[in-house]
């Protein structure tokens, strides 16, 4: 069982690491055209740290893995990431993402899944910010906190030997078999949710 200590540290760490993909993940999207290269970037007032090379490799690995996941072109995936409505108030968003996050990490904590809520944080963020929205980063980077808290990730990242873990990981398996695993297991999870939020609204 990990101390308190070592989970402060993995949650800060995880916090700061989330940033740093946030960051990269939009300068990529820039540089491919994917979003207007003048959209504006993530508020240097939110970010914790300026200290990205610490992580930089940690991150490379996030981005390799998050690529191999086209969230973005499948339409369930995409009306979820819609119905994640900021806009509604900050509260009823984090009950929206809390949902999307039990089903995708429910019975089933890996990387891959944890890679999977990162990329889905990251599309929330891009899509706010080329709307011109600028000030729910904060509030973002704590639903990931909040959530892996809630679904003891940290305790597994802990047990994984913490964040490194990744690294070694990802070297020594066949990722993209994981990844179309849980990509899978997400979208079939998330389709119900879609439909029960849809019965819901009529």
């Known amino acids: 069982m ?13 916090r700061v690491i989330f940033e740093c993909y946030l960051e990269d993940s939009l300068e ?4 491919n055209n994917v979003i207007d290269p003048g959209t504006p970037g993530i508020p240097m007032d939110d970010l914790t740290t300026n200290d990205k090379e610490a992580y930089a ?25 819609n ?7 900050f509260k009823s968003a984090f009950n929206d993402f809390s949902e999307v996050a ?17 990329r889905f944080g990251y599309l929330i963020a891009r899509d706010r910010l080329v709307q011109g929205a600028r000030d729910f980063f904060k509030y973002l980077c704590q639903w990931i906190i909040d959530i892996f808290r809630r ?26 078999g994981a990844v179309t695993v849980v990509s899978v297991v997400a ?6 949710f879609v439909w029960f939020r849809s019965k819901s609204a009529q």
């Open 102 to 118: 039990q089903r995708v990490l429910d019975n089933h904590v890996n990387w891959n899944a944890i890679v999977y809520l990162f």
């Open 2 to 14: 990990a101390s308190n200590e070592e989970i402060i540290d993995i949650e800060e760490e995880t």
């Open 28 to 31: 990529k999207d820039k540089e």
């Open 83 to 89: 119905m994640v409505n900021i806009n509604e108030g």
């Open 187 to 192: 979208v079939v999870a998330i389709i119900g």
């Open 57 to 81: 490799i940690i991150v490379q690995k996030l981005l390799s893995i998050a690529g191999q996941m086209d969230i973005k072109s499948d339409p369930v995936l995409y009306k979820v990431l």
């Open 151 to 176: 679904f003891s990730v940290f305790n597994w990242i802990l047990s994984q030997g913490g964040w490194n873990g990744l690294i070694e990981t990802h070297m020594n398996s066949h990722v993209v």
